[in-house]
């Protein structure tokens, strides 16, 4: 850590300032670490600036959504053309409807309608679910996250929550509707399922990426659906993360159809647009007088022109095979070092993201990573960011590669690795 505070004196008297105007000086509590967080001035292709000038590689990407790159010259071009005939119309925008025939096809909806955050359509989701089964209990797995919305904050980031509910200000009433499951565990799922009549619906993130990368398993998968089937309650697939890292998301790669998806972060190429997409007739609850959806910012030009954008001509099935490439060298590269330095460490992947955990086991639930070793962790982290690598968001996030990165960033950012490992293993 000594080497991050040597670097970041300007970060730490903006910290000083900042934290007397906004609680520990950030706009999302994901953002602060300590001593201080970073402060970021700008960003180009791979590269981000902070406000002393560092230079970093930056594998955390806005938690997730730049797989397009910084500053990407195409996009640039088209938020120009965008602004110069208004940022919002107010009434409905008529390339909406593109932007949502191009999901459709790509996602394998039938419906869908737009939002801003990936905590706005999460929320709705669940409201759909309950409108469409007419029952209320949502069940939730440990250690995913669907956003900062109260009826689903539970069992999510231990470092920074630390407590159950995962904030204070939840009250148990909102959720009482609210059951929560073991990751990866079918026996835990079934005894739930069997316990209830009143499930409306199981939201999951279908790869889980909140606690680090965790792999999922597939038969585990196969399992919630079976039974989604026999008890007739929906499947939603919060893919906030996943739609963007494989060209159908994760319900195309698991070839599942939920009833509802939720899309977000790299969908709109670095804009604030969210998609709850689903089956017809699910989705048919949504209407004046029916299910509320509304957001003001919703579909808003800027988001749905950079989104179709994005989807037609920049994050093509090509360009997703090649950072999905750079992220198995990155993988491989992290295997042989931990091999080499002889240390327990577990690398996952998945697409063109993939976690390292300081562990003799891969962890496959909450529980798991929660054992794993945060003080190693958090030593290859400062390390890796005094030389000028971001590796990924924080400890319960994960690496992701963009169009920008270059083979070059993966050497560089493996060279950085390997003494930061060294680093960690003294620990
Ligand atoms: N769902 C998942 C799976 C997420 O990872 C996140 C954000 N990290 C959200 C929902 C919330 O999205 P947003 O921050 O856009 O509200």
């Given at each position: 850590m000594e080497n991050y505070i040597a670097k970041t004196a300007k970060s730490k008297i903006l910290y000083e300032e900042a934290k007397n105007h906004l609680p520990y000086g950030v706009s999302s509590n994901y953002r602060y670490f300590d001593p201080y967080p970073l402060?970021?001035?700008?960003?180009?292709?791979?590269?981000?600036?902070?406000?002393?000038?560092?230079?970093?590689?930056?594998?955390?990407?806005?938690?997730?959504?730049?797989?397009?790159?910084?500053?990407?010259?195409?996009?640039?071009?088209?938020?120009?053309?965008?602004?110069?005939?208004?940022?919002?119309?107010?009434?409905?925008?008529?390339?909406?409807?593109?932007?949502?025939?191009?999901?459709?096809?790509?996602?394998?909806?039938?419906?869908?309608?737009f939002s801003s955050t990936g905590t706005e359509a999460t929320m709705h989701s669940i409201r759909i679910a309950r409108a469409y089964t007419r029952k209320k209990k949502i069940i939730k797995f440990e250690g995913h996250y669907h956003g900062s919305h109260d009826q689903l904050l539970v069992n999510v980031?231990?470092?920074?929550?630390?407590?159950?509910?995962?904030?204070?200000?939840?009250?148990?009433?909102?959720?009482?509707?609210?059951?929560?499951?073991?990751?990866?565990?079918?026996?835990?799922?079934?005894?739930?399922?069997?316990?209830?009549?009143?499930?409306?619906g199981v939201i999951m993130e279908p790869v889980a990426m909140n606690m680090g990368l965790i792999p999922t398993n597939v038969e585990f998968l196969k399992g919630v659906f079976e039974l989604s089937k026999e008890y007739g309650f929906l499947t939603i697939f919060d893919e906030t993360k996943t739609g963007g890292k494989m060209y159908s998301g994760a319900s195309g790669y698991f070839n599942v159809r939920p009833d509802l998806i939720i899309l977000g972060k790299a969908?709109?190429?670095?804009?604030?647009?969210?998609?709850?997409?689903?089956?017809?007739?699910?989705?048919?609850?949504?209407?004046?007088?029916?299910?509320?959806?509304?957001?003001?910012?919703?579909?808003?030009?800027?988001?749905?022109?950079?989104?179709?954008?994005?989807?037609?001509?920049?994050?093509?099935?090509?360009?997703?095979?090649?950072?999905?490439?750079?992220?198995?060298?990155?993988?491989?590269?992290?295997?042989?070092?931990?091999?080499?330095?002889?240390?327990?460490?577990?690398?996952?992947?998945?697409?063109?993201?993939?976690?390292?955990?300081?562990?003799?086991?891969?962890?496959?639930?909450?529980?798991?990573?929660?054992?794993?070793?945060?003080?190693?962790?958090?030593?290859?982290?400062?390390?890796?960011?005094?030389?000028?690598?971001?590796?990924?968001?924080g400890f319960n996030e994960e690496w992701t590669t963009s169009i920008a990165h270059t083979k070059e960033d993966i050497q560089i950012h493996l060279e950085k690795a390997e003494k930061s490992l060294r680093l960690a293993k003294e620990k």
């Open positions: 402060y970021l001035s700008r960003g180009k292709g791979s590269r981000v600036w902070d406000v002393d000038g560092n230079e970093y590689i930056d594998f955390n990407l806005g938690f997730g959504v730049l797989e397009v790159g910084h500053a990407n010259e195409k996009i640039i071009e088209e938020v120009k053309n965008a602004i110069s005939e208004s940022s919002i119309l107010g009434f409905e925008y008529s390339k909406s409807i593109e932007l949502a025939k191009i999901i459709k096809s790509r996602f394998n909806v039938d419906m869908v309608r980031n231990p470092l920074r929550d630390g407590i159950v509910p995962a904030s204070l200000g939840v009250t148990e009433e909102s959720l009482s509707n609210t059951i929560v499951c073991e990751w990866n565990n079918l026996e835990n799922f079934e005894k739930i399922v069997k316990s209830s009549n009143d499930i409306a969908v709109a190429g670095g804009f604030p647009l969210s998609v709850i997409g689903g089956k017809r007739e699910v989705m048919s609850v949504i209407g004046p007088g029916k299910t509320a959806h509304g957001g003001t910012f919703n579909s808003n030009p800027i988001s749905v022109r950079v989104s179709i954008l994005t989807l037609k001509e920049i994050l093509t099935q090509n360009s997703i095979n090649y950072i999905i490439s750079l992220s198995k060298e990155l993988e491989k590269g992290y295997n042989d070092l931990a091999e080499d330095l002889d240390i327990d460490l577990k690398v996952s992947r998945w697409g063109p993201s993939g976690s390292v955990f300081f562990s003799d086991k891969m962890p496959s639930n909450y529980k798991d990573f929660i054992s794993t070793d945060i003080q190693r962790w958090n030593t290859y982290f400062y390390s890796m960011l005094s030389q000028g690598v971001i590796p990924m968001g």
